[in-house]
């Protein structure tokens, strides 16, 4: 019943912090000195023409009822139609949608698979030749320009090797369309070739876009287990005799862990984020380089389309962790 | 000035602070020094199209880019924009953020709220994003690009300040200055502040080096100061076309942003070591 409690109370927070996400990107839009409908209109328009179509995109009316006309159309769905190509937002973000899941899932998985047990075995054999290497991974993963590290690695893997292909998702057809993601459709058709050739393709926007993450992990982890290492439950369950494999890969994870879950919360921003310049990168089709595309054509609607999608993105899996937090630590519960 | 030496004494204790140090400190040599510095100090603005794209050598340290400028004093004068983006975005957080995080954090009532409120819904969105469409909005130049960090990077201020000014209200010291008779602005300017500035340096510290990489980023987005501006992430958006023949293009930009942020990263963990004795004791215990 707690958990429920706690599931609406977040959900109520969501609404409001939803509704001025919407205002912020709503003030960005339309109260900066630029004028919109004069980009729109392009250099060749005529006063009288601009006019005409102020009043056809309604930006005409009062700041107030613009808003909330925008905040029924979001409601409804309706992003507003991209100025370039002239297909509602909704309609070309949700077929990006998989590309940037695939990605940054993968992503995920690989940080948390290679990145907690890492953080682990640094935390056990401290001040080790791994614990010192495994430092220099931390501290240079959050200081590395991820644009840079995806560039470098096309030099060495794809340009030099030859081992993977430089970008793209998948050169000739994609397998077919079942629930979006590549990787996920060559395993249930059975096309095996298919699926590592995407595969290949993921590898190296995988890794640039995992890199700070496991970096991040690595450094939870590390510290979230010397922290458990020190308390009293561990130090009683050793006095008992407990072998230390279980002490340490049941009680003492499970205890580093709980914070390490909200960690994937903020590790999912850092993911989000990097999705942006990673896909830029690798000329990865996700939601990511449609953002960036519409940097370059000014495409005004498709920009804020974008940024309330990832905005609200983010909301609702902050959400989720906040719920994983309490399945996960038993505290939680009881307080 | 005591203090000061003393965290100075500390900080050199610690290697990687010290290490920290060391590169934020050659990297203001390298700002402050650029026209003395660089091996052709003309050439931000001039172009050499015999020159284009030649490897690193003797008298190009490190290789020439597609306009034949010297990429070596390219990236020296290219230092200047970066602490310049840095300094003044991370200042114009610390004066939006602190006074709204103290008067929130001193104040409880509705103003509190949301205040903090419109803090959250900033840090609810990945400061890349808003900064997007933010420097998109207003077109891309030097002093957008700045405006865009500053607006995402507030918040974060904001909330330590908050945090800790809250945290602190409940200390002896606090409740009896106000008893005294102190005014709230006296009691959060003279004894509030001066204990969270650790939290705040620590923080405008990390800041510095997240900024600077935001900012590369979207510099390499085209979203930066335009051209001829020896912005860092634009230099290796440019190198694309040219690789992976000149792969000095692209690697010498890219290495200056590491270890700048690399700078600002260490000495943040630093002071954090040095300035809060409740994390260097735990820190004793746990790294031995």
């Known amino acids: ?98 590309a940037t899941i695939e990605l940054t899932m993968v992503a995920m998985i690989v940080s948390v698979v290679v990145g907690i047990p890492l953080g682990v075995l640094s935390a056990l054999w401290r001040n080790s030749v791994l614990d010192h290497a495994l430092r220099i991974v931390t501290v240079s993963g959050l200081a590395i320009a991820s644009f840079w590290l995806g560039i470098m690695l096309q030099i060495l893997f794809a340009m030099r090797l030859g081992w993977t292909p430089l970008n793209g998702r998948l050169q000739g057809f994609p397998p077919r369309d079942l629930t979006g993601f590549y990787l996920l459709d060559a395993a249930l058709t059975w096309d095996w070739s298919t699926f590592g050739a995407a595969l290949r393709h993921l590898a190296l926007p995988a890794a640039t876009l995992a890199f700070p993450a496991l970096a991040t992990l690595v450094r939870f982890t590390r510290a979230g287990v010397l922290d458990v290492m020190q308390s009293n439950f561990v130090l009683y369950e050793r006095a008992m005799g407990l072998p230390r494999p279980l002490i340490v890969w049941k009680y003492i994870l499970r205890s580093a862990l709980t914070s390490t879950v909200t960690q994937i919360g903020l590790l999912f921003g850092i993911l989000l984020a990097g999705a942006v310049v990673t896909e830029a990168v690798f000329d990865w089709p996700g939601i990511g380089t449609y953002a960036v595309n519409s940097i370059i054509r000014s495409d005004y609607n498709a920009i804020m389309g974008f940024t309330v999608w990832a905005g609200a993105i983010f909301i609702v899996v902050n959400l989720l962790v906040d719920v994983a937090h309490t399945l996960v630590d038993p505290r939680e519960r009881t307080t | 000035m005591n203090a000061l030496w003393f965290v ?240 000095w293009y692209a690697t010498a930009p890219g290495l200056a942003i590491f270890l700048t942020v690399m700078g600002f990263n260490l000495l943040g963990d630093g002071l954090r070591d040095v300035l809060d004795p409740r994390l260097r004791r735990s820190r004793a215990v746990s790294d031995g």
């Not at chain 2, 010290?18 to 402050?32: R, Y």
């Not at chain 2, 114009?92 to 995080?101: D, F, H, M, Q, R």
Request: charged share 15%; proline share 7%.
């Open chain 1, 1 to 98: 019943m707690r958990l429920l409690a706690l599931a609406v109370h977040r959900l109520l927070w969501f609404a409001p912090t939803l509704l001025g996400l919407l205002v912020v990107t709503f003030v960005i839009s339309r109260v900066i000195p630029a004028d919109p409908v004069a980009l729109v209109a392009g250099e060749t328009a005529t006063p009288a023409q601009v006019e005409a179509l102020r009043h056809d995109l309604g930006y005409d009316r009062p700041l107030p009822v613009q808003f909330v006309d925008y905040v029924v159309r979001l409601v409804r769905g309706d992003m507003g139609t991209s100025l370039y190509t002239r297909r509602p937002i909704v309609e070309d973000l949700l077929r990006r949608l998989p």
């Open chain 2, 8 to 247: 100075l004494t500390r900080l050199a204790r610690d290697r990687s602070a010290l290490i920290g140090l060391v590169l934020i400190a050659l990297l203001v040599v390298c700002a402050v020094l650029a026209p003395v510095l660089s091996t052709h100090p003309d050439d931000v603005f001039e172009l050499h199209p015999s020159e284009r794209l030649r490897a690193p050598s003797g008298s190009h340290w490190l290789g020439t880019d597609r306009m034949g400028s010297d990429m070596y004093s390219r990236l020296l004068f290219g230092a200047r924009i970066t602490i310049l983006i840095g300094v003044i975005a991370v200042g114009a957080s610390l004066a939006i953020g602190v006074p709204i995080g103290l008067v929130a954090g001193y104040h409880h009532g509705w103003v509190s709220d949301s205040l903090m409120r419109v803090s959250d819904i900033f840090l609810a969105v990945p400061q890349v994003v808003l900064a997007i469409a933010i420097a998109q909005t207003l077109g891309p130049s030097l002093p957008n690009v700045i405006l865009a960090l500053s607006v995402t990077y507030w918040p974060w201020f904001a909330r330590v300040v908050y945090a800790e000014t809250r945290a602190l209200q409940k200390e002896i010291f606090v409740e009896s200055t106000a008893a005294l008779g102190a005014s709230a602005w006296r009691l959060t300017l003279l004894h509030v502040l001066p204990n969270i500035a650790s939290p705040i340096i620590v923080r405008a510290s990390i800041g510095m080096g997240f900024t600077i990489l935001t900012a590369a980023a979207l510099g390499f987005l085209g979203l930066g100061p335009p051209p001829p501006t020896p912005e860092w992430g634009r230099t290796i958006a440019e190198s694309r076309e040219f690789l992976p023949d000149a792969w």
